[in-house]
């Protein structure tokens, strides 16, 4: 069974640094893009961008690219989005998504994480 | 602002059908079949339902199928149920990113 379980939810005070994880299972990790979405609070979807675990190809959108940081440990089949420094507009679910490669839909979703950053 | 453009809201009763459109360009939905569809319950992960314009996943009821015709397209519910009331997003690839872009999200409400 595919699966993808996500950290849980964090509280974090504004310039703090934060990295959240998603651990895939059931499949072939290095063989489909795992990507990051935010939701803010009431709001829609969002790509962040996406990552290839088999050769590290990362894709950022332009309004996430600088932001934040998207990394994957194949070894033990992780993916992770990154803060160096958290603002309150942080403050949203972030989901990840399985996509296979050359497709252009979201087969697999986490949990969601819930991050809430306020002083 | 979303990419693409999604009524905020419809609605219908019990066992009637009801049609979500997704507008957008020729750079997107209009230039690809390559739109796909979302249901998200409140407080839980968003579940593919459609993908590739008109295919459904293995589990997804045969209730809900989906078109397109020019920059629009649709997602369209049948037989309407009260386990149908979600948001739903839609999502195509764009040949301006490298990530696919979603909709603003249509709210259900089964009367």
């Known amino acids: 069974e595919v699966q993808l379980v996500q950290s849980g939810a964090e509280v974090k005070k504004p310039g703090e640094s934060l990295k959240i994880s998603c651990k895939g299972s059931?499949?072939?990790?290095?063989?489909?893009?795992i990507g990051w979405v935010r939701q803010m609070p009431g709001k829609g979807l969002e790509w962040m961008g996406i990552?290839?675990?088999?050769?590290?190809?990362?894709r950022y959108s332009p309004s996430f690219q600088g932001q934040v940081t998207i990394s994957a440990d194949k070894s033990i089949s992780t993916a992770y989005l990154q803060w160096s420094s958290l603002k309150a507009s942080d403050t949203a679910m972030y989901y990840c998504?399985?996509?296979?490669?050359?497709?252009?839909?979201?087969?697999?979703w986490g949990q969601g994480t819930l991050v809430t950053v306020s002083s | 602002q979303s990419a693409l453009t999604q009524p905020a809201s419809v609605s219908g009763s019990p066992g009637q059908s009801i049609t979500i459109s997704c507008t957008g360009t020729?750079?997107?939905?209009?230039?690809?079949?390559?739109v796909s569809w979302y249901q998200q319950h409140p407080g839980k992960a968003p579940k593919l339902m459609i993908y590739?314009?008109?295919n459904r996943p293995s589990g997804v009821s045969n209730r809900f199928s989906g078109s397109k015709s020019g920059n629009t397209a649709s997602l369209t519910i049948s037989g309407l149920q009260a386990e149908d009331e979600a948001d739903y997003y839609c999502?195509?690839?764009?040949?301006?990113?490298?990530?696919?872009?979603f909709g603003g999200g249509t709210k259900l409400t089964v009367l």
């Open positions: 590739d314009v008109s």
């Open positions: 990552i290839y675990p088999g050769d590290s190809d990362t």
């Open positions: 998504a399985r996509r296979r490669d050359g497709y252009n839909w979201v087969d697999y």
């Open positions: 999502s195509s690839y764009t040949s301006s990113s490298t990530l696919e872009v």
């Open positions: 020729s750079s997107d939905v209009g230039g690809y079949n390559y």
């Open positions: 059931g499949y072939s990790f290095t063989s489909y893009w």
